[in-house]
């Protein structure tokens, strides 16, 4: 088995620098932030030089893919970033799971402020809100749900050069598309191993092997219940190390090379797109404990 090898990081810094240069200026024409998280990896999917960036700016934070995640740990994340002071909403776009509440939660957000405006004599202040994320988290997702189709605007406004575009929802609320591209923390190899999981990671030299060895590490400690039922395994056998396991996996498939030997690369590439299809239940990689 190989390294697992991750983004080619050579033009990240500039490109960094770019982004964030956007993301300042941008800074300046919203009311709010709203960040997008895998609610399956909140931790790795997060852009790692947000905070900084957004500074003071209001923020809120949408938990997206919840129907690939486990209830219990999106609720402990929501509780996580409301104990700091951030609301968090669980989100899924495949479904349309908790966008109604997101003009609701921003305006609560946001209350001091319209109550401000609607004092100098603006009884209605449009809403500003920029949507931030890391590549695949599912903002385009999010725009195409909230945004009524035949309101969606392409504008170009002082500030935002590229990339940035905005988008009007119902009542005086408007949406900002992040401006450039906001990297997650690459260099890092746990969290690119984990977007790989997931297959936010998709255009790279990987070894399935290997990454399916890892996700197995995981699982051990989680013990999804429908991943454990589907392959009916043992509690032996979930102490195994997870590349006599990916072999355990492999037979119960019948995927089998010469001389019954189990076929691990075969198994970890089905293991891998099961867990991506959500077949191996809803199962979250990292709780808030892990900060
Ligand atoms: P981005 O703009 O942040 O890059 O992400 P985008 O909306 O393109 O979403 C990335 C992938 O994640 C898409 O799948 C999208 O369908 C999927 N996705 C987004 N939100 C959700 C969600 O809440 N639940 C689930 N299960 N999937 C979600 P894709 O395979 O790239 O494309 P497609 O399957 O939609 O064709």
Redesign the pocket.
């Known amino acids: 088995m190989n390294e697992i090898k991750t983004q080619n990081i050579q033009w990240f810094p500039g490109h960094m620098t770019k982004t964030k240069r956007l993301i300042e200026a941008s800074l300046k024409l919203v009311d709010a932030v709203a960040e997008i998280k895998d609610a399956r990896i909140p931790i790795s999917s997060s852009n790692p030089d947000i905070e900084e960036l957004i500074g003071k700016k209001p923020r809120i934070v949408l938990l ?2 919840c ?2 995640a486990d209830n219990q740990v999106t609720a402990q994340w929501i509780s996580y970033y409301n104990s700091k002071g951030i609301p968090a909403l669980a ?4 479904s349309g799971k908790g966008q109604n509440n997101f003009v609701p939660a921003t305006r609560k957000l946001l209350s001091n402020l319209i109550e401000a405006k609607q004092k100098k004599g603006i009884p209605n202040p449009t809403i500003r809100v920029m949507i931030v ?1 890391i ?7 999010f725009i195409n749900r909230v945004v009524k189709k035949n309101r969606a605007k392409v504008e170009d406004r002082p500030g935002v050069t590229r990339g940035g575009q905005w988008f009007t929802l119902d009542r005086g609320f408007e949406l900002l598309d992040t401006p450039g591209v906001l990297w997650p923390k690459f260099e890092d190899q746990t969290v690119g191993e984990r977007l790989a999981f997931t297959g936010a990671v998709k255009d790279q030299i990987l070894d399935a092997e290997l990454l399916a060895v890892r996700l197995l590490d995981l699982f051990k400690e989680i013990k999804p219940p429908i991943f454990i039922e589907r392959f009916k395994l043992t509690d032996d056998e979930l102490e195994m190390e997870s590349y006599d396991l990916l072999g355990v996996i492999a037979k119960r498939r019948g995927m089998l090379i010469s001389r019954g030997e189990p076929d691990t690369e075969r198994a970890a590439i089905m293991l891998l797109d099961e867990f991506r299809a959500a077949k191996l239940g809803k199962i979250s990689l990292e709780t808030p404990k892990e900060l």
């Open positions: 997206n893919k129907d690939m989100i899924d776009c495949k994320g590549p695949n988290v599912g903002k385009s997702s």
